[in-house]
């Protein structure tokens, strides 16, 4: 019971996580916009029909730059506006909508008119981040990648350094200040910083609470309970749909966004210090009180750390401690079949991530409901990481992940090649590809794991994160590519996955293995996948890896 208390109560804090992760899917939608007139209008025609109003021909505009707007001003002058520029007809007399004449073209300095159909403000159109200032919404995403990626490792050494209770309160009670400062920003440097340090702190707590997890969850659970840490970061993706739908005013969405946070602030002054981390600090009787409480919770008898620790330190480890040795990223590249391993592997990290937040940032542009769209692709997550569990266990490591990623490959050609006014069957075909691609994502963390030898693997899982956060850098990036050609999201993830689901095949499968302790168990892998590889491998879990490894956040990979 005390480990379930503390699973669930860390847990929830995921889905703030997953919240501010992915809340610039709406936050960050630019609008169609036509250029502010210098004036009161009077009459607005668009192509020779001249009963509208300004606001109702702003949503008719194409997002190409062919088409304009003309108004006749109070004053008389007559004016064009398009996108991102307005011209001034010299001639007045005329009123039709084609002009060959003379006209002086200006900018918007006037600023934009937004259509508000569906969102009446976004960041975008607050701080009018278009057209020559459009390079400015594009860094919304990326930036905040940026952060996750330094606030992983920065927490993790302060998590070693002050503990874990104390970074996982600072870390949520960041999250709940910084996502209200990024509502009530001012300008946008002030919300771009708001959401960077916003984006640390998230990363923090997802690398310092897994870890913070994983030191209590016994060996029988922990497969599972690390894997579905991700399941309710899904949830976090189902929230930002449905509060995108409800709230179409940017500051206020993200104010709502930020309050999921509170219930873990006003519960996480309960949460006890683990013991381990009590234990390398040296303070035994704070840890012994710990494991006291835990017995009381599950209604069974303690334990004395002190016989533990006298038993260990009578042994041949206690009485001779050993060097630790450093060992670098060189070490990573220890021989060719190594190094390609290693290439493999962090290639297969990179889709991952690239393929994972490719898929959610792009479901505004499937056609559609786009809210629900963003929901169905947060949905199908929660099984994925159920088959993972199930399948990796039966038909081992290798065959689930290169599975995967050639069905995300697939799937991603199937939606090519839907035409876009059957978007029911691309979002299906989108659902399934986030299903594959996320059952890969979850997977890779235990493979990298379990394919190279203790003295080098949390550096082998620290330096994939590391390639999977640069790979969600670019994902946004790759998102808005898509008004030059809506698909190359979908070419370069289906085309990633393909190579990395071919590469994954020359991979040596783990099921059923020990877990490597030096470079040569981790070659024989290969040489043991080769004479067995037609052989149905034994049925057995990742108990070894867990029984084996202690978890620390220096492993901020895991995170």
């Given at each position: 019971r005390f480990q379930r208390v503390l699973y669930f109560i860390c847990a929830f804090?995921?889905?703030?996580c997953g919240i501010h992760y992915l809340a610039s899917v709406f936050m960050g939608v630019t609008p169609r916009h036509v250029c502010r007139p210098p004036g009161n209008v009077s009459l607005v025609v668009f192509h020779n029909?001249?009963?509208?109003?300004?606001?109702?021909?702003?949503?008719?505009?194409?997002?190409?730059?062919k088409d304009y707007v003309m108004?006749?001003?109070?004053?008389?002058?007559?004016?064009?506006?398009?996108?991102?520029?307005?011209?001034?007809?010299?001639?007045?007399?005329?009123?039709?909508?084609?002009?060959?004449?003379s006209k002086?073209?200006?900018?918007?300095?006037?600023?934009?008119?937004?259509?508000?159909?569906t969102w009446k403000s976004t960041a975008v159109t607050q701080w009018n981040l278009v057209c020559d200032r459009k390079w400015l919404a594009m860094l919304i995403q990326p930036l905040f990648m940026f952060g996750v990626l330094l606030g992983s490792v920065t927490f993790g050494y302060f998590s070693d350094r002050l503990g874990r209770r104390v970074v996982l309160w600072a870390t949520s009670s960041g999250m709940f200040l910084f996502g209200i400062a990024a509502a009530f920003a001012v300008d946008y440097y002030t919300f771009m910083a708001a959401r960077f340090f916003l984006a640390m702190v998230a990363s923090g707590y997802l690398v310092v609470g897994f870890v913070y997890v994983m030191e209590f969850i016994g060996m029988k659970s922990r497969t599972w309970a690390s894997v579905h840490l991700h399941s309710f970061f899904a949830v976090g993706t189902l929230l930002v749909a449905l509060t995108g739908y409800l709230v179409r005013t940017w500051w206020l969405y993200q104010m709502i966004l930020s309050t999921v946070t509170v219930?873990?602030?006003?519960?996480?002054?309960?949460?006890?210090?683990?013991?381990?981390?009590?234990?390398?600090?040296?303070?035994?009787?704070?840890?012994?009180?710990?494991?006291?409480?835990?017995?009381?919770?599950?209604?069974t008898s303690s334990c004395k750390l002190s016989e533990f620790l006298s038993l260990d330190l009578q042994g041949p480890v206690g009485n001779s401690p050993t060097?630790?040795?450093?060992?670098?990223?060189?070490?990573?590249?220890?021989?060719?079949?190594?190094?390609?391993?290693?290439?493999?592997?962090?290639?297969?990290?990179?889709?991952?991530?690239?393929?994972?937040?490719?898929?959610?940032?792009?479901?505004?542009?499937?056609?559609?409901?786009?809210?629900?769209?963003l929901f169905l692709l947060g949905v199908v997550e929660i099984p994925a990481y159920t088959f993972v569990c199930i399948a990796m266990d039966k038909v081992g490591r290798r065959t689930v992940l290169a599975y995967s990623l050639f069905c995300s490959?697939?799937?991603?050609?199937?939606?090519?090649?839907?035409?876009?006014?059957?978007?029911?069957?691309?979002?299906?075909?989108?659902?399934?590809?986030?299903?594959?691609?996320?059952?890969?994502?979850?997977?890779?963390?235990?493979?990298?794991?379990?394919l190279y030898p203790t003295i080098v693997r949390s550096l082998a899982v620290g330096s994939g994160s590391m390639v999977c956060r640069l790979a969600s850098i670019l994902a946004p990036f790759s998102v808005d590519l898509s008004s030059v050609w809506i698909f190359i999201p979908q070419l370069f993830v289906g085309t990633m996955a393909f190579l990395s689901g071919v590469l994954t095949l020359k991979l040596p499968e783990t099921l059923g293995k020990q877990l490597a302790t030096t470079w040569e168990e981790a070659a024989q892998l290969e040489s043991e996948n080769e004479s067995n590889s037609s052989k149905l491998l034994p049925t057995t879990n990742n108990s070894g890896l867990e029984k084996t490894e202690v978890i620390t956040p220096r492993d901020s990979g895991l995170g």
């Open positions: 804090q995921n889905i703030s029909h001249s009963n509208w109003s300004l606001e109702d021909t702003r949503a008719l505009l194409s997002s190409g730059q108004v006749q001003l109070q004053n008389g002058e007559i004016w064009e506006l398009s996108r991102c520029s307005r011209n001034k007809r010299e001639n007045t007399s005329s009123l039709d909508y084609e002009y060959t004449g002086k073209e200006s900018p918007c300095v006037d600023g934009y008119i937004y259509d508000q159909n219930p873990f602030i006003l519960c996480c002054w309960v949460l006890p210090e683990t013991p381990f981390w009590l234990l390398s600090e040296g303070r035994y009787e704070e840890a012994q009180k710990i494991v006291d409480i835990m017995a009381k919770w599950n209604r060097e630790v040795q450093k060992h670098s990223l060189s070490h990573l590249f220890y021989n060719w079949n190594i190094a390609t391993r290693t290439l493999t592997v962090w290639l297969i990290w990179f889709t991952g991530s690239l393929g994972f937040y490719s898929f959610s940032l792009n479901s505004v542009n499937l056609g559609g409901n786009e809210y629900l769209n490959a697939l799937t991603c050609g199937v939606v090519m090649v839907i035409p876009y006014k059957h978007y029911i069957l691309g979002v299906v075909a989108a659902m399934v590809g986030k299903f594959a691609i996320g059952a890969a994502f979850g997977l890779i963390y235990l493979y990298t794991a379990e």
